[in-house]
């Protein structure tokens, strides 16, 4: 990606804790210019910015998204998917629908975004970087994470075997427990917001995620794991 300035980056879960910062640094650090997905636009957004507002846990809307990405201008040079909610519900207490709603929002959607961006991509294309926060849950077991754990893990693995369809390059980043609460949590169905300032982790992130879609590693391996 060396021609940044005509690089534009898709990001997913930016009013976030985590995702706020990464677009933060993406604005101040680079030349990128950024297509936001989520219900709320962020707040600052530049003129060379644009956002579709969309509810990722709303199977039509992210369709209707998909189908605007499909059609977009120019291709994107790469993808942040920082999106996630979280239930708090553990293997004896999950509600089915709180389970649907939180692999929603934290998987399937997400694949169908990575299928539309992927469909304007030209064969030779370079590697598509793609980066996923994702949580310590995944590989650290931890009471009432069950129904968490299992819709980032199961990202994680369709992107590691995407990446045997496509030419992608993966960052995984296992995340661990910030100085705050996660952004938003399922309860019953329904999404409780939760608003706090990005904390010294999530800054010292999304300053990592902006250097390496300025200029990917090498690593010779086209799935990569944070921790």
């Known amino acids: ?20 910062a990464i ?8 030349s990128l210019s950024t297509t936001t997905v989520g219900r709320r636009a962020p707040s600052g957004m530049r003129e060379k910015d644009e956002h579709h507002h969309v509810d990722l846990a709303d199977s039509n809307e992210v369709e209707q998204v998909c189908v605007l990405i499909g059609r ?27 389970f649907d709603q939180v692999m929603r929002v934290n998987c399937r959607s997400h694949l169908q975004i ?11 294309s370079p590697p598509l970087p793609v980066i996923a926060v994702s949580s310590d ?12 754990a299992a819709s980032k893990a199961a990202l994680e693995e369709a992107l590691r075997h995407a990446a045997a369809d496509a030419a992608l390059h ?30 010294t982790a999530a800054r010292l992130l999304a300053t990592r995620i902006a250097e390496s879609l300025l200029a990917p590693p090498d690593t010779g391996s086209s799935v990569e794991v944070w921790t």
Not at 9 to 15: D, M
Not at 73 to 89: E, I, Y
Not at 114 to 124: G, P, T, Y
Request: proline letters at 6%.
């Open 170 to 199: 993966v960052v995984l980043v296992r995340l661990a427990a910030l100085e705050v609460p996660m952004a938003e949590i399922v309860e019953q169905g329904s999404v409780h917001r939760l608003l706090r300032p990005p904390p």
């Open 114 to 124: 990575l299928r539309a961006i992927l469909s304007r991509r030209e064969m030779d």
């Open 72 to 98: 977009a201008p120019a291709a994107f040079q790469a993808v942040v998917f920082a999106a996630g909610v979280d239930s708090r519900q553990g293997a004896i207490d999950v509600d089915p629908a709180v």
């Open 1 to 20: 990606m060396r021609r940044a300035e005509r690089a534009r980056v898709l990001v997913t879960g930016a009013t976030g804790v985590v995702g706020r």
């Open 23 to 30: 677009l933060s640094t993406l604005w101040t650090r680079t």
């Open 137 to 148: 849950v995944v590989s650290d077991r931890q009471a009432r994470t069950a129904v968490y």
